[in-house]
């Protein structure tokens, strides 16, 4: 989504500075950090107006010793890094957006999480080791980017549902590749809550929160209208007009998961999240139903060839 938002920002004529922990070429400035350590990088945020920080590794890995450290490292360390160098600034960015996850809040099958009444996770009994170390990952982001003493700065923490670009490697990618070959049925039992958001209301819901000054604290970024996950495939399947989809019980899932080196949490796990606040300082979401959102990106998916 760095890319997503690179391209929205410089196509509409901001100067954008991507801060990259490695070799790349862009359209846009790009500057080398480590995430670790202070360097010349920080002089980049001197004047900035923004900054919009997503750094943290991936979570579509098996969760073991190794990875959960790096999950965890990559967020915390580099936030509170981030905090120290903006909070030592004479010019630090008027607002700073930090990720989060919608995987903050419980499993939730009864009702909707939205920033005034949900409930944060990590309490429920039974629930699998895995889960609970995505939430203290989740908690422990959120509290070093609250903690970080940055009085100049605004700070918002976009608890973010999966986002869907039409890309390779992207989620609706590997969905749509099983929905096409006729495995994109109910994935567990399928009653478990999606929360989902498409690229575009993502990248203008980022836009929003810059612009909108009042805005601060946690905001959910995700559409309107979660889908079950029965429904969810469903209609994905409808979007690539296919019939039929075999479902994944959980134990095939576990297996598979095994195989492929990833967690079953990120499609058993139910997330019911509700973008309240944003709904209420009058953001509009150009795909509020996961149908049209759907059929977008499969259109967009095909127009790529």
């Given at each position: ?52 920080n997503l750094a943290g590794r991936s979570v579509n890995c098996r969760y073991t010793a ?90 918002v923490a976009m608890r973010s549902a999966i986002t869907f670009s039409p890309v390779p ?78 479902p994944a019980p959980w134990p095939v899932l576990e297996v598979a998961a095994f195989l ?46």
């Amino acid at each position: 989504m760095g890319r997503v938002l690179a391209r929205y920002f410089s196509q509409r004529g901001h100067h954008v500075i991507v801060l990259t922990r490695g070799p790349h070429t862009a359209e846009w400035q790009t500057v080398h950090w480590d995430a670790q350590t202070p360097g010349i990088w920080t002089q980049y945020l001197d004047g900035a107006d923004v900054c919009i920080n997503l750094a943290g590794r991936s979570v579509n890995c098996r969760y073991t010793a190794e990875n959960r450290a790096e999950i965890y490292n990559s967020r915390i360390v580099s936030t509170r890094l981030l905090g120290e160098v903006i909070g030592s600034l004479a010019n630090p960015p008027r607002v700073w957006l930090n990720a989060s996850t919608a995987t903050i809040y419980r499993h939730a099958l009864d009702r909707p999480m939205d920033e005034h009444t949900g409930e944060l996770g990590g309490g429920e009994k039974g629930a699998p080791d895995t889960w609970n170390f995505s939430i203290r990952v989740a908690k422990d982001w959120e509290t070093a980017f609250f903690h970080a003493q940055t009085p100049k700065t605004r700070k918002v923490a976009m608890r973010s549902a999966i986002t869907f670009s039409p890309v390779p490697g992207n989620a609706f990618a590997v969905l749509s590749n099983l929905a096409r070959v006729g495995l994109g049925g109910k994935q567990g039992n399928g009653r478990q809550w999606v929360s989902w958001i498409h690229e575009e209301d993502f990248v203008r819901a980022v836009e929003f929160l810059v612009a909108h000054e009042e805005m601060e604290g946690p905001v959910n970024i995700a559409a309107p209208n979660p889908e079950r996950n029965r429904d969810f495939m469903a209609t994905l399947r409808d979007a690539w007009e296919m019939p039929n989809g075999i479902p994944a019980p959980w134990p095939v899932l576990e297996v598979a998961a095994f195989l492929i080196r990833t967690e079953t949490e990120l499609v058993l796990k139910s997330r019911r999240v509700v973008p309240a606040r944003l709904v209420e300082a009058g953001f509009r979401f150009e795909f509020a139903n996961w149908a049209h959102a759907a059929d977008d990106l499969v259109a967009r998916w095909r127009g790529r060839g």
